[in-house]
């Protein structure tokens, strides 16, 4: 079955310094999304993007966080100055058509010191 | 702002007793879903409820939606250890576009055990 992909599994990043997030959606969905989930606490939207452009942010999704689709198959997620509080699990997810279940990724758990 | 509540955070099970996760939403939601994290893991989905009275099973899992009261529940028949895992319920709120922003429950987490 396609698998949404996610790479790293693990980042470690020092306060202050940018990271990008990478995500291969499954090849024919068109939706793509980014959830983060802070340890022990909910899973949280972050930003939806599709046709090139964001469709719906959050408010944690602030200008720190950009999101890109800079070729036919990954999208990501990019924070250009990490904050303690940015430690958290990120999920990548994608839908076709939008109004069907999203498949997950199995995550990268940024680690922010 | 669609808020989902979960109860109860903590549940555990012996093997082969029933037991039902409650989920309860604040304002009209398209969709209700249900997922699946085993730790470390990602989100899978096991059910999406679209209408009012509807309901789904899968194995020992079976799921409700009833939208006047505004919930859902995730009941489990007969509990085995495989069933070990963090149980979340998701709602959409109101359509459109924002189908693929969902907001999360707590999660339940259920341990299963002899």
């Known amino acids: 079955e396609p698998e949404v992909t996610q790479t790293p599994s693990h980042q470690v990043t020092q306060m202050g310094q940018e990271v990008i997030l990478r995500c291969v959606p499954i090849?024919?969905?068109?939706?793509f999304y980014w959830y983060r989930q802070i340890l022990g606490q909910k899973v949280e939207f972050l930003v939806s993007f599709y046709n090139n452009e964001i469709s719906e942010k959050s408010e944690i999704f602030d200008d720190q966080f950009s999101v890109e689709r800079p070729d036919g198959s990954n999208f990501t997620l990019k924070i250009r100055s990490t904050k303690l509080e940015d430690s958290a699990m990120y999920f990548c997810a994608s839908s076709n058509p939008y109004n069907s279940p999203l498949h997950f990724g199995n995550g990268t758990r940024l680690t922010v010191t | 702002e669609l808020k989902v509540e979960q109860n109860p955070l903590f549940l555990s099970m012996q093997e082969g007793k029933n037991y039902t996760i409650y989920c309860n939403y604040s304002?009209?939601?398209?969709?209700l879903y249900w997922y699946r994290q085993d730790p470390g893991k990602s989100l899978e989905s096991l059910f999406v409820l679209l209408s009012n009275g509807a309901v789904k099973q899968e194995g020992r899992l079976m799921a409700s939606l009833d939208t006047k009261a505004r919930l859902s529940t995730l009941h489990i028949t007969a509990a085995v250890h495989d069933l070990s895992a963090t149980y979340f319920c998701?709602?959409?709120?109101?359509?459109?576009?924002?189908?693929?922003?969902?907001?999360f429950g707590q999660g339940t987490i259920l341990t299963v055990h002899p």
């Open positions: 090849s024919n969905h068109l939706y």
């Open positions: 304002t009209t939601s398209d969709r």
């Open positions: 998701a709602g959409t709120g109101e359509g459109g576009t924002s189908y693929g922003k969902l907001t």
